[in-house]
């Protein structure tokens, strides 16, 4: 019985997003195949986020609201590590690690950086752990910003993508060309895709596994971990890394899709866009944040031309406002038809936090 | 000679200028069913909280076998053997109820997030007896047939019960029950009474708090009574049960 509901969610879900991607075919008869690669590499990058941020909060019920803060981290370390140019005055640094070493690090300490913003919060619970993870972010974001010398500070970084585009598999570049849109885009566009797959193939594994059993426990009742003889703080560290980690890469492959990285990237939107598609999708599901992304991107990317198209002779300024009223009263519709998202169980509603 | 399992002394804690808990020495022995009563505010419950490492004490130590756990983390207390239960029942509401049990009766070594990558044969064994045991907990105590159920689905006092089986999966040498009873309805309240006698007959050193003055008489070998966070009697049932600091306690002093 619960399979069969379980199914029809799929179904549900697929139905949706294959509309949403119809829609923005419909909506844009001309250059469709460059704005759906543009939306699909965002839906996978904050998708990959949304699946970190679903260990926390999903599994282990860690308010977490620094998730910029882990992509930042994972991002920085990984692009400061390889040939660029940093700063004002573009600055060249041509020795650097190659792009796979520096990805692993950049992960790694995407982790480590979750366990020491773990250290001293994880004995807060609900909303007190959420005010030390957004201050975290902050922090770390105006550190970023002053840092010039290091990280460019607000004039960036640049000069960095041909480290990861000179792996680009050539059939890509023909298809950029009969289709009109940028290779470089669908080369880190498969890759985000890519990284979802073993994502979830890794995550399912350890979703049926004992440690994500004792994770769900945390998430039910602390005290309760305890006293069954678990370190309940050693638990949540655990997924402060793990789910750190995966934002660690989400934001790699951010930077790369951007082409420039600036401090101004990790503002907190960023993590309440990756909050909107984990809760659209279902927390605590696995692939539910993939379908959420998507949807979530349609609608942003495409509120503006229903907008246009609602309203003739509107100027960009009137046409920007309607758009963010259209973005609100959609989510509201998903959020009031399906409160738990697309693909989460009723029983397992997880928006209420102890 | 009779072997005392947790000894306390001088054992102090205080919230803001109330005294909630204050004993000098007290200790339990090895295989007695002891009950903790003594009326609202007694410090009862803070007193478990202070042994079981929930709270840290103010002042004062705390024994168990040689060891002194005073300060000592839940966890760490748990795992040596010393298991308890909450006061209101604290289930894994959004687990089936199988899951519930699997997770606190697997060892840590089984719930390591390597292990739980590699999947290794030996931990497919493992579980596989955990389900086993876990089954036959719940045959016993009546909730066979909700194993898939989540827990937040139970009554009230099937959570009792579910407590009760995943404080007992880890074959504790000493269980602290926090009101096994209280909001359970007469015909269960029974059920888990002789549940508790049983587990004191197979050798578990069972310490409870409970209000239920009829069922304390009836199933305890001694009655700790606690007022104002002080120890006021220590005794079997029928001494505490004509002792004068008890009726006081319980009904006021008389004016003579």
Known sequence: MITK??????????????????????????????????LFTFAGIYGLSAIGLNVHFGWTGLLNFGHASFMGVGAYVTLLLM??????EGVVITTGLPFFAALTIGIIAASLFGLLLGLPAIRLRGDYLAIVTIAAAEIFRLLVRDLESITGGVYGIINYTENFQRYRPSFIDDLSDNLDFSASQGWVCIAAWISILFIVLFLKRLNNSPWGRA????????????????????????????????????????????????????????????????????????TGPIFGSIIFWVIISETDRLAY??????NGQQLAGVRFLLVGVLIMFLMIFRPNGLLGKKEELLLDVK | MLNNLISVKNLKKSFGGIKAVDVQELSFIEGELTSIIGPNGAGKTTFFDLISGFQNADSGDVFLKANNISNSQPY????MGMVRTFQLTKVFDRMTVMENLLFSGSNVNNDSFLRSIFKLNSQKVYEKSLKDKANEIMNNLNIGHMADSYARELSGGQKKLLELARAIINDPEILLLDEPLAGVNPKLAEDILSLIKKLSEDGITVIMVEHNIEAVMKISERIVVLAEGSLIADGSPSEIRTNNNVIEAYLGKSDE
């Not at chain 1, 040939?83 to 004002?88: E, L, Q």
């Not at chain 1, 866009?273 to 659209?280: H, K, N, P, R």
């Not at chain 1, 198209?309 to 509107?314: K, S, T």
């Open chain 1, 309 to 314: 198209i609602l309203f003739e002779n509107a």
């Open chain 1, 5 to 38: 509901r379980f199914s029809l969610q799929y179904i549900f879900a697929f139905s949706l997003t294959i509309f949403s991607i119809y829609l923005v075919f419909f909506l844009n008869p001309e250059g469709a195949p460059r704005i759906v690669l543009n």
């Open chain 1, 215 to 286: 994770l769900r426990a945390v998430r039910e009742d602390e005290d309760a971990v305890r006293a069954m003889g678990k370190n309940a703080v050693w638990l949540k560290l655990q997924s402060f890394m793990l789910g750190a980690g995966i934002a660690g890469l989400s934001g790699v492959l951010l930077a790369f899709n951007y082409g420039s990285l600036e401090s101004t990237v990790f503002i907190p939107l960023l993590t309440f866009y990756v909050w909107a598609i984990m809760i659209l999708g279902g927390v605590g599901t696995i």
């Open chain 2, 76 to 79: 760490k207390i748990a795992r």
């Open chain 1, 83 to 88: 040939p660029h140019a940093a700063g004002r």
